[in-house]
């Protein structure tokens, strides 16, 4: 009923900015909130960014101040604009939204974000 779909991964330089797409479509009549996770090899899947319905957001302190976390509820599209991206950003990026009365977190497939030093 619902699918989440990621874009704008890619290989960058570091220093550089990128910013990811991901679109909620199906049955959904609000979401809840939506996160931006990452999983680098070796690593356990951790949570960089999220924000709720009412517009909050927070940070992993790896990523605060130099990640930002936007929604357009409109559209059911959630962003997150990344800059001065590090060799250490390099991961693969999900998508998550928990949506519904009796909330339920959907994922979506992971876009690779690849940062050369």
């Known amino acids: 009923q619902v699918q989440l779909v990621e874009s704008g991964g890619g290989l960058v330089q570091a220093g550089e900015s990128l910013t990811l797409s991901c679109a909620a479509s199906?049955?959904?009549?609000?979401?809840?909130?939506m996160h931006w996770y990452r999983q680098a090899p070796g690593k356990q899947r951790e949570m960089v960014a999220a924000?709720?319905?009412?517009?909050?957001?927070n940070y992993a302190d790896s990523v605060k101040a130099r990640f930002t976390i936007s929604r357009d509820n409109a559209k059911n599209r959630a962003y997150l604009q990344m800059s001065s991206l590090k060799p250490e950003d390099t991961a693969v990026y999900y998508c998550?939204?928990?949506?519904?009365?009796?909330?339920?977190?959907?994922w979506g497939q992971g876009t690779q974000v690849t940062v050369s030093a």
């Open positions: 998550a939204a928990v949506i519904g009365i009796y909330p339920y977190k959907y």
């Open positions: 199906g049955i959904i009549f609000s979401i809840n909130a």
């Open positions: 924000i709720t319905s009412g517009g909050s957001t």
